[in-house]
């Protein structure tokens, strides 16, 4: 077992690991740069890891950032094999059919932009998590998000349907009086905030442009 003292080493070591399963599949695995990192276009809550195309590096290379909120090797493993599907696309397809049939030659399930490790890869991911050994790395932990304005009262008229936010240290005196029709509005009841997977990854996709709230996986 080796005792790797630097996080970047252990990816870089992984990839080498790794290499048996695409070439396997019937892949080769393009040059790479691996990093421990946060996404730059999407949620670092729920973005596990993400992946750049060839033209947006400088050294030519796809460039693959893994979550700093992942310290679990087989993990790590699962999400830095979908990266690399990403980069054997050169991220063309992001989660397309092309992606999706790399994807599930190598060993990955599910929908496309979660795709994990089937039972069988998952076996393999252990296996060379052994060789590897421990990843030098404590997970980051995130605080609580802070509540937005869809978990807070809000307050609309029954009119005009002018609509307010009631702050919670106002909202005790009741709803406001509407400017417009000179009546009190109606307290609605709060909307809840949904939460998302922590098991999504982005990749970075060439000429295209996704909702701002979209989470994707290794393709930003």
């Known amino acids: 077992m080796k005792q790797h003292t630097v996080r970047e080493a252990w990816l870089e070591d992984a990839v080498r690991h790794l290499e048996p399963v695409f070439s396997k599949a019937g892949y080769a695995i393009p040059p790479v740069r691996v990093s421990c990192g946060f996404p730059a276009s999407s949620s670092p809550r729920t973005t596990l890891g993400q992946c750049w195309p060839r033209e947006r590096s400088g050294g030519g290379v796809n460039e693959i950032f893994i979550s700093p909120k992942l310290d679990e090797p087989v993990q790590l493993l699962d999400t ?3 990266e690399l599907c990403h980069a054997i696309d050169d ?4 989660h397309g059919e092309d ?5 599930q030659t190598v060993g990955l399930e599910g929908p496309a932009r979660m795709a994990h490790a089937t039972e069988e890869l998952t076996v393999k991911l252990m296996m060379i998590s052994q060789e590897l050994g421990p990843y030098p790395h404590q997970a980051i932990v995130f605080p609580p998000p802070r509540p937005s304005n869809a978990s807070r009262s809000k307050a609309k008229c029954s009119q ?3 609509e307010v936010t009631l702050l919670k240290k106002w909202a005790s005196y009741g709803a406001p009086i509407c400017p417009k029709d000179n009546i009190r509005m109606l307290e ?3 909307e809840t905030i949904e939460n998302t997977t922590d098991y999504d990854t982005d990749s970075v996709e060439k000429g295209s442009k996704k909702a701002p709230d979209e989470i994707r996986r290794a393709i930003s």
């Not at 991220?91 to 992001?94: A, K, L, P, R, Y």
């Not at 992606?99 to 994807?103: L, M």
């Open 160 to 162: 005009c349907g002018y």
């Open 91 to 94: 991220c063309f397809s992001g």
């Open 80 to 82: 830095l094999v979908h």
């Open 99 to 103: 992606f999706k049939g790399i994807a």
């Open 188 to 190: 609605a009841v709060p």
